[in-house]
Nanobody, 121 residues
Protein backbone atom coordinates (compact mmCIF):
# COMPACT_ATOMS: atom_id res chain seq x y z
CA UNK A 1 0.00 0.00 0.00
CA UNK A 2 1.51 3.30 -1.08
CA UNK A 3 1.10 6.13 1.39
CA UNK A 4 1.74 9.83 0.80
CA UNK A 5 2.05 12.53 3.43
CA UNK A 6 2.24 16.26 2.77
CA UNK A 7 4.20 18.53 5.10
CA UNK A 8 4.97 22.21 5.18
CA UNK A 9 3.88 25.53 6.62
CA UNK A 10 0.21 26.19 7.11
CA UNK A 11 0.40 29.97 7.00
CA UNK A 12 2.30 32.27 4.67
CA UNK A 13 2.37 35.98 3.98
CA UNK A 14 1.90 37.39 0.48
CA UNK A 15 5.05 37.35 -1.68
CA UNK A 16 6.61 34.48 0.27
CA UNK A 17 7.54 31.13 -1.26
CA UNK A 18 5.50 28.07 -0.45
CA UNK A 19 7.47 24.86 -0.05
CA UNK A 20 5.66 21.57 0.53
CA UNK A 21 7.15 18.11 0.75
CA UNK A 22 5.42 14.85 -0.02
CA UNK A 23 6.91 11.83 1.76
CA UNK A 24 6.16 8.51 0.11
CA UNK A 25 6.17 5.10 1.79
CA UNK A 26 5.22 1.65 0.57
CA UNK A 27 6.50 2.42 -2.90
CA UNK A 28 9.30 4.22 -4.70
CA UNK A 29 9.08 7.48 -6.61
CA UNK A 30 11.37 5.86 -9.18
CA UNK A 31 8.97 3.01 -9.89
CA UNK A 32 8.80 2.58 -13.64
CA UNK A 33 5.86 4.38 -15.29
CA UNK A 34 4.88 6.24 -12.12
CA UNK A 35 4.34 9.97 -11.84
CA UNK A 36 3.99 12.11 -8.74
CA UNK A 37 1.68 15.06 -8.80
CA UNK A 38 0.63 18.14 -6.88
CA UNK A 39 -3.01 19.16 -6.93
CA UNK A 40 -4.76 21.88 -4.98
CA UNK A 41 -8.30 22.86 -4.11
CA UNK A 42 -9.11 26.45 -3.15
CA UNK A 43 -12.03 26.94 -0.77
CA UNK A 44 -15.32 26.42 -2.56
CA UNK A 45 -13.63 25.56 -5.86
CA UNK A 46 -12.64 22.48 -7.80
CA UNK A 47 -9.38 20.61 -7.99
CA UNK A 48 -6.52 22.25 -9.87
CA UNK A 49 -3.69 20.15 -11.25
CA UNK A 50 -0.43 21.99 -10.59
CA UNK A 51 2.32 19.79 -11.93
CA UNK A 52 4.03 16.44 -11.95
CA UNK A 53 7.43 14.82 -11.71
CA UNK A 54 7.90 11.53 -13.48
CA UNK A 55 9.84 8.49 -12.33
CA UNK A 56 12.79 9.65 -14.43
CA UNK A 57 12.72 13.13 -12.90
CA UNK A 58 11.08 14.92 -15.81
CA UNK A 59 8.63 17.66 -14.87
CA UNK A 60 5.51 19.23 -16.36
CA UNK A 61 3.48 22.12 -15.05
CA UNK A 62 -0.02 23.47 -15.45
CA UNK A 63 -0.07 26.51 -17.73
CA UNK A 64 -1.63 28.94 -15.28
CA UNK A 65 1.02 28.33 -12.59
CA UNK A 66 4.00 27.37 -14.71
CA UNK A 67 5.90 30.61 -14.17
CA UNK A 68 5.74 30.29 -10.37
CA UNK A 69 5.97 26.52 -9.84
CA UNK A 70 8.85 24.13 -9.43
CA UNK A 71 8.77 20.45 -8.51
CA UNK A 72 11.87 18.55 -7.47
CA UNK A 73 12.66 15.29 -5.73
CA UNK A 74 15.05 13.58 -3.35
CA UNK A 75 15.23 9.93 -4.30
CA UNK A 76 17.37 9.09 -1.26
CA UNK A 77 14.50 10.20 0.97
CA UNK A 78 11.72 9.07 -1.39
CA UNK A 79 10.25 12.58 -1.30
CA UNK A 80 9.19 15.17 -3.83
CA UNK A 81 8.76 18.85 -3.21
CA UNK A 82 6.58 21.67 -4.52
CA UNK A 83 7.75 25.26 -4.58
CA UNK A 84 5.33 28.05 -5.43
CA UNK A 85 6.82 31.52 -5.60
CA UNK A 86 5.27 34.89 -4.86
CA UNK A 87 2.15 33.56 -3.22
CA UNK A 88 -1.02 35.64 -2.93
CA UNK A 89 -4.25 35.07 -0.98
CA UNK A 90 -5.57 33.37 -4.14
CA UNK A 91 -3.10 30.55 -3.46
CA UNK A 92 -4.96 29.65 -0.28
CA UNK A 93 -6.00 26.04 -0.76
CA UNK A 94 -5.74 22.48 0.41
CA UNK A 95 -2.68 21.03 -1.30
CA UNK A 96 -2.55 17.34 -2.15
CA UNK A 97 0.16 15.09 -3.46
CA UNK A 98 -0.85 12.01 -5.40
CA UNK A 99 0.55 9.19 -7.48
CA UNK A 100 -0.43 8.90 -11.10
CA UNK A 101 -0.07 5.39 -12.43
CA UNK A 102 0.59 4.70 -15.15
CA UNK A 103 2.10 7.94 -16.39
CA UNK A 104 -0.09 10.18 -18.54
CA UNK A 105 -3.21 8.18 -17.65
CA UNK A 106 -4.86 10.77 -15.42
CA UNK A 107 -5.39 7.96 -12.93
CA UNK A 108 -4.46 9.11 -9.41
CA UNK A 109 -4.53 5.90 -7.42
CA UNK A 110 -3.00 7.09 -4.16
CA UNK A 111 -3.47 10.45 -2.46
CA UNK A 112 -2.16 12.21 0.59
CA UNK A 113 -4.67 13.56 3.07
CA UNK A 114 -3.96 17.11 2.03
CA UNK A 115 -2.62 20.09 3.90
CA UNK A 116 -4.28 23.48 4.20
CA UNK A 117 -2.14 26.44 3.25
CA UNK A 118 -3.44 29.91 4.04
CA UNK A 119 -1.91 33.05 2.57
CA UNK A 120 -2.75 36.12 4.58
CA UNK A 121 -1.10 39.31 5.71
Amino acid sequence: QVQLQESGPGLLKPSQTLSLTCSVSGGSITTTRSSWTWIRQPPGKGLEWMGVIGYRGDTFYGPSLKSRTSISRDTSKNQFTLQLNSVTPEDTAVYYCAREYPQHSGDMDYWGKGTLVTVSS
